[in-house]
């Protein structure tokens, strides 16, 4: 049984917590946050103790590994912190926005070696996950394009897009960190064309709501992402990938499966999943679980620190690409394992 | 938090086991088998005591409920016995499979009123729930026709087979139960067409495997329910509503929404979800907590001994139609809540 | 090119007109009308003389064959006629409502054999014959049930209905036909139950509008057709055959490929072919150049006028089954080419 | 009746052919080809007299009006041609492949004006049509987002590559014809990444095979092209409009609508329509009836040369954007109507 510590008692807190308690072979110790009236109640609803000062929560033998689901701004903080306590860690993303200090946290972790995971649930969706492996097991042939539509149902408050980073290191990275998934090789370039259409407030602060990006590898493979805050019809996650022998095309998931005809229309009776937290449900529950077999039975992270340095690259050429008008080369390189 | 004893540890002891484990209001506070080893089996899997005596079971004051799950030629005895300790009970279908052992259950909880629920789980998948809801709220306008699909994806064995009452007792029955539940209404008679075209050691003991069934109902609204006990293609679950004003069609569940286009076909690369337990999770999940509601807030069951009865004349009925070659008229009449 | 004279020039004739005037190796060379004035509509419009007497007709050397488009009263005597001057005939269904003048005309056509073909256009629907080649060629394996929907978006005026021989002869049948070419084998007896739901006034002259029918072949082959005289969404036209290795649907045909999603809904944008001129276009102009190579080329008919006669039995069947409220024996017997 | 010259025998030639000669308000009076044999073959096959030089082509005075289907660097002589004779004409796409001749044939019918139709056939497609009617009602709200694929089943000889103007000139220029009709205003730039993928040969002709292209339009409308030659599945002609009151989404044109469920799969069991003659037959029906609308009854040509020349400044942007890798203004700016 693998004691955990969650770092943090917020909104993605309350995503890790039941699925570290709901886990067969995980039981949640603590939960840690500097603020500790909000450290107790997730620790009521989801078990283990709460404490107010990272120490403690590290120094608790009990404590076999730890959840960073805290603000962005403090991962690095508590990576050095866990590295140095020696706990295995599973990071939110993304790792930090800025390059420096992700240069950093991977300085720390080269230094001072420990499983670290970085939080990319979406590889672990069923549907996302199959089509990559059917992609890999060469089922189109040879990979020529990309396709990954990425639309919310509901655009951010404005608060909290202040400090997300903007839309590319907030949501769009988790296109960039799927596609250099499926592709399998590094993007050579990257060109972002965006706008304001959803929120005005949101161009008001510098951001956008509507972005289209294209990225070119060097074995000539083409990807496309789509982007917008607010798809009406519900949270619209579909990715398409084309080949010299066919086409794998992943649908959104829907809960209810039932058709309405009516002499005004042919309807499906139901939305999409909500958000997040619904559609991924299932991958996070398998992330929790890759995480648990990584720590328990050792072997690589599934997801590692340099993927999440590696799609903030390419998050800050979509930025740079958007502004200068033209394609950005991201200086990576090579074969994606 | 409601305690609960889970009579027998078999197939469906296996459903019920880690439904109630998981139920935030419920907690599994014994396993009851005259198989001792087999309850202890159960009762280490899902949580309390192993106890093979029925009377040891329910004088436990921490029994605040049972959930029979035992073989179907033990549910009146075992009625009887959670009847005269007052407790309230789910209890698996079908009832019975005589028509005059069901009747004795039925006085039993006459002379003896506790709650009691019959376990027609498939009343409580968020597909058929919604299609019956949309049905009684008029979207279809007035139903005329209803057509029921229910393809299993494996054959029983013979042994199985043997004590299960027959294809209509054991399988058509669940149609029965939603045909009623939808049409709202008593059929007012039966006829069925019936053959063997899947395993002919079932046709060996009399029994069949492929079925065409209609009921009409003194409306006129018209039942197709088509059965076989082997889809290739996988558990095959459906059911079309048609009206005056429209249609409801609900379709297969799949858990992976992948399509695969290639030279020779587009495929859905995933088939529907396995069986019965996979496909109607969600509904034994809601079924429980529907009898956790009826329980702890009072209430009419949803399932009723009734309903249990009915279906059972139903399913008889489609018996003595295939051997007679006419419509039987079943005697029930009135509206079906 | 192949001189046609086109025998009535009313509803159906305006179907036949045009696929005449539009095939390559036809030619509309007159139409027959007792009404001058209706054929002489019909001759402007597609072609060739009008004609008010049969001799007249029959006797112009230029007409190579002729297309029996009248009232299914004056079948028999117009086949008579037609054989008589040795023409080889296209004749509309039913052959006839009355099974002993249909034996007359198999009588007329032993004694004085001429290519004869029964208009069952649905047989040369690319999507229908596409799934009966592929129940033929084994594609299901051994099949076990057929499923026939049909289903027309508005029902017929009771004028129309008064004549047309009730529900089962005059639109059943096109399935009835369906299912014994599909099935391969003859139907050993039929079961229909049937209500009047969609209006009244067809109740009242003693026909229905909504039945379902059960049929079974002596190979144990069981065969549900669903009929509705209005589906509010549009002509509802779908088969489904179930064997042991697969399954075949045919889906409904729509000429506009657009979905919509919105907040409310995920919808077509529009709804199936509007009935069955729309929907079987393709198959009246397939229907028509097999008629043109049967008597161009020779061969045996695709549709004989023995399949007319079972498909009448089979019709009336119906009718004595919703009747007596029992299956009905067929009499027919052996497999169906 | 409207009589027509035919310039060209061509490939395309034998496209319009039969179109004309199947419009009940045409008559294809004459075939020019300076090559007379092959004039002839389309005029035997078609009706008409071939004609071997354009004087006497023009000089009849049954021709109404031409169709230019000759190969795309004689365009602007003929264009020349028909309108110092006063001729009306539908002319294949592209205009030309040299913007300085593009202007000199907008100065000759500046000069000299006849009515002038090009012949951008997918904007008569009825599921297009439908799509962009839906989009101008306001059926996705405030259009965000548009996305053209476009994927040839089986790519060109090098042969025709070679004279074609490439791969944008020859195929996308019909995509971003669209997509300037369907976003109702000129892409302010144009970024556009390609690579060869299907053919190296095409490759070594300095073309590509596999493109994406990412427009902007002054209001921020983002749309995205992507296109390849060889889609092994078949011709995949698919748009998706988003806006911010939903989505709508073009499905592709399969004759026939037949599902096959096995062990292995659930699969459609045909492909979409082979290729543009197959997946455009309405299309070009209903665009030859437009120009037969425009030429007797008057009024303005749905598609004019100035949108032939937008389109080319779309096309050779795309080239110029892959060559230099960063968006290229267009110069273009305004509604489009």
Redesign the interface.
């Known amino acids: 049984m693998l004691g955990i510590c969650l770092f943090g008692s917020g909104r993605m807190a309350h995503v890790y917590g039941p699925a570290i308690a709901a886990h067969p072979g995980m039981r949640l110790v603590s939960v840690f946050n500097p603020n500790l009236a909000s450290a107790r109640e997730a620790a009521e609803a989801y078990g283990g103790r709460a404490v107010g000062d990272i120490e403690t929560a590290l120094a608790d033998p009990a404590v076999d590994a730890v959840v960073i689901a805290t603000p962005t701004n403090t991962h690095l903080e508590y990576i050095q912190a866990a590295a140095a306590a020696g706990k295995p860690m599973l990071c939110e993303k993304p790792l930090d926005l800025d390059m420096g200090r992700v240069d950093q946290a991977i300085a720390v972790l080269k230094a001072r070696p420990v499983p670290f995971m970085l939080a990319f649930n979406r590889r672990f969706d ?2 996302v996950s ?2 990559r492996d ?1 992609v890999r097991a060469g ?1 189109v ?2 990979l ?2 990309l ?1 990954i539509i990425n ?1 919310d149902p509901i655009p951010p408050s404005v608060a909290y897009a202040r400090t997300s980073g903007g839309y590319f290191c907030d949501s769009t990275i988790h296109d960039l960190d799927l596609a250099r998934w499926i592709l399998g090789e590094e993007p050579e ?1 990257v ?1 972002t ?6 929120d005005p407030e949101l161009g008001a602060i510098g951001d956008v709501d ?7 590898t060097p074995a ?5 992402i ?1 982007n ?1 805050r ?5 949270f ?1 996650q579909r990715i398409e990938a ?1 080949g ?10 829907r ?9 005004a ?7 999409p999943r909500h958000f997040f937290l619904e559609r991924y449900a299932e991958a996070f529950t398998r992330m929790i679980d890759a995480f648990h077999r990584m720590v328990a039975k050792g072997g690589e992270p599934p997801v590692t620190v340099e993927d999440g340095r590696r799609a903030l690259v390419l998050a800050l050429a979509c930025g740079a690409s958007m502004r200068q ?3 950005i080369a991201t200086g990576l390189q090579g074969a994606v394992a």
Chains 1, 2, 3, 4 share one sequence.
């Open positions: 069923p549907t199959a089509l059917a089922e042939g040879a020529h394009t396709t639309r370039d060109f064309s965006a706008s304001c259409m959803v509507t972005a289209m990006t294209v990225m070119r000539g493979k083409l990807c496309h789509s917008s607010r798809a009406v019809y519900g619209d084309f010299s022998e066919g086409m794998l095309q992943t649908e959104n998931v809960d209810i499966q039932l058709k309405h005809s009516t002499s229309y042919m309807a499906a009776q139901t939305r008008r033209k394609a």
